[in-house]
């Protein structure tokens, strides 16, 4: 069936350090692919998505390339802020495929240091 | 616009006895989502209502189930609670059935703890 991996955390880095996130993908037929992200004590919010090949979502100072050649779909931010300290989670949805709704990953939880 | 409620935000329960969690979706939303999250497992999909009916299930037992009502709301009930039940149960409501394209908006979460 359809899957989602990303990177192990915790990641910790220092405020204006470079974020990225490694997040790859197994599906049938042509996945959307999306980042959420939960804040401690809070649900999910979206944070980016992309429907299609070579597609780049990008909010907040966040990016990401649908790339399906390498079945990818990576988070990127150049200078990371404190107040970016989470947990982010990469998924899945694929109606065409055999399965329905949002498939996530396990999240990598991102601590940025002042 | 308010956002997607659920209550009880933290419930605290014994083995073998059930519960019931209950999603109130953002305004004019018609899909319901429910979601499971735990250290081990991640986030795995419950269920989806739409339109008072259940347009999809994920892979758990029997003892979960849902419903939704004429307004959107939703609840979830899971009977004869195991201590692997614990969890933070998420809930999403989307405007249409969920499909592909579709942003799925989440609540908070309701902390369920089986002791």
């Known amino acids: 069936g359809d899957s989602v991996t990303q990177m192990e955390g915790p990641v910790t880095l220092s405020e204006e350090a470079c974020l990225t996130i490694?997040?790859?993908?197994?599906?049938?037929?042509?996945?959307?692919l999306f980042w959420y992200v939960q804040y401690p004590g809070e649900g999910l919010q979206l944070l980016l998505k992309?429907?299609?090949?070579?597609d780049k979502g990008s909010n907040k100072g966040f990016e990401a390339t649908y790339r399906k050649e390498t079945t990818s779909f990576h988070l990127e931010k150049g200078s990371v802020q404190v107040s970016d300290s989470a947990v982010y989670f990469c998924?899945?949805?694929?109606?065409?495929?055999?399965?329905?709704?949002?498939?996530f990953g396990k999240g990598t939880k991102l601590s940025v240091k002042p | 616009k308010a956002g997607v409620t659920q209550t009880p935000r933290y419930l605290i329960k014994t083995r073998g006895q059930q519960v019931t969690l209950s999603c109130s979706p953002i305004?004019?939303?018609?899909?319901v989502s429910w979601y499971q999250q735990t250290p081990g497992q991640g986030l795995q999909f419950l269920f989806e209502y739409f339109s008072e009916t259940q347009r999809n299930k994920g892979n758990f037992p029997g003892r979960f189930s849902g419903r939704q009502f004429s307004n959107s709301r939703s609840e979830m009930n899971v009977s004869t609670l195991e201590l692997g039940d614990s969890a933070l149960y998420l809930c999403?409501?989307?405007?249409?059935?969920?499909?592909?394209?579709?942003?799925?908006?989440f609540g908070p979460g309701t902390r369920l703890t089986v002791l």
């Open positions: 490694n997040c790859t993908y197994t599906a049938t037929g042509y996945p959307s």
């Open positions: 999403a409501s989307s405007l249409v059935a969920s499909s592909s394209y579709n942003e799925q908006f």
């Open positions: 305004s004019g939303h018609r899909s």
């Open positions: 998924a899945l949805s694929n109606y065409g495929g055999s399965q329905g709704n949002l498939i």
């Open positions: 992309a429907t299609k090949a070579d």
